[in-house]
């Protein structure tokens, strides 16, 4: 009795991170080349106009039943590029997932952000991350450093681009410490960030503060709450008042 043979079939096995890792590289691309087309005709705030352009990260997240995405490009000088003050510039794009095979610009902020996160370096991909402000709304956190003559900072800022335009909503101090400095009036407190449900659409901002300020110490945690413009602290936030 004649069998026909069995067919083998190749098993094709798609990775999802080599799939991610794709879709984040052609984001990146256009993003990109958004730039580029932008820079011919409108200064980046830089005398040197010789500019390259650098991705510098993908986020992938949903606001409500939407899939969207986040792409980071980071504009600098090519040449004497030097200045501590003058960190690269951050441009923001937001892409929508419109079926299983298209992804659309739906929202794009050039020249969206710019804070000191050491010589010439914008902040690593891994000091930024997609949040969510409320279900349906999503912001970027960004995360930057700071270090001279003995002192250390870290900021946190949260930008966010809707149909009006792009606004950072919240920016404070996250730590600050001396102990490069000699002094013996310490200062060296650090602290902790929840978003929480709250009052209204937007989540709440719990901050935990803890250290010591001119060598008094503290321990307390503060809200910041959503204003329809930016968040405002429920109360004194005692490190913020300087």
């Given at each position: 009795?004649?069998?026909?043979?069995?067919?083998?079939?190749?098993?094709y096995?798609?990775?999802?991170?080599?799939?991610?890792?794709?879709?984040?590289?052609?984001?990146?691309?256009?993003?990109?080349?958004?730039?580029v087309?932008?820079?011919?005709?409108?200064?980046?705030?830089?005398?040197?106009r010789?500019?390259?352009?650098?991705?510098?990260?993908?986020?992938?997240?949903?606001?409500?039943?939407?899939?969207?995405?986040?792409?980071?490009?980071?504009s600098?000088?090519?040449?004497?590029?030097?200045?501590?003050?003058?960190?690269?510039?951050?441009?923001?794009?937001?892409?929508?997932?419109?079926?299983a095979?298209?992804?659309?610009?739906k929202?794009?902020?050039y020249?969206?952000?710019?804070g000191?996160?050491g010589?010439?370096?914008?902040?690593?991909?891994?000091?930024?991350a997609?949040?969510?402000?409320?279900?349906?709304?999503?912001?970027?956190?960004?995360?930057?450093?700071?270090?001279?003559?003995?002192?250390?900072?870290?900021?946190?800022?949260?930008?966010?681009?809707?149909?009006?335009?792009?606004?950072?909503?919240?920016?404070?101090?996250?730590?600050?410490?001396?102990?490069?400095?000699?002094?013996?009036?310490?200062?060296?407190?650090k602290?902790?960030?929840?978003?929480?449900?709250?009052a209204?659409?937007?989540?709440?901002?719990?901050?935990?503060?803890?250290?010591?300020?001119?060598?008094?110490?503290?321990?307390?945690?503060?809200?910041?709450?959503?204003?329809?413009?930016?968040?405002?602290?429920?109360?004194?936030?005692?490190?913020?008042?300087?």
């Open positions: 009795v004649y069998r026909e043979p069995k067919k083998i079939v190749p098993a096995r798609t990775s999802q991170i080599d799939s991610t890792h794709t879709l984040s590289h052609l984001l990146e691309q256009d993003a990109r080349k958004q730039v087309a932008y820079a011919r005709s409108n200064p980046m705030g830089f005398s040197n010789n500019l390259k352009h650098k991705p510098e990260g993908v986020y992938f997240s949903r606001e409500g039943e939407q899939d969207i995405a986040w792409v980071v490009i980071a600098s000088p090519r040449k004497n590029f030097e200045c501590h003050a003058c960190v690269p510039v951050l441009s923001l794009f937001v892409y929508h997932k419109e079926d095979r298209t992804w659309k610009l929202k794009y902020a020249k969206a952000f710019q000191g996160s010589w010439d370096n914008p902040p690593g991909r891994d000091n930024m997609l949040v969510h402000l409320s279900p349906s709304q999503c912001a970027l956190a960004i995360r930057t450093g700071y270090a001279n003559m003995g002192w250390g900072m870290d900021y946190y800022n949260l930008v966010k681009i809707d149909d009006t335009g792009v606004y950072t909503v919240f920016s404070t101090t996250l730590h600050e410490e001396n102990g490069g400095t000699g002094s013996t009036v310490r200062t060296n407190w602290s902790s960030l929840q978003l929480k449900p709250g209204g659409q937007y989540y709440d901002i719990h901050l935990h503060r803890q250290g010591i300020i001119k060598n008094k110490s503290f321990d307390y945690t503060i809200v910041y709450r959503y204003n329809k413009v930016r968040y405002a602290p429920l109360g004194l936030d005692m490190v913020m008042q300087k």
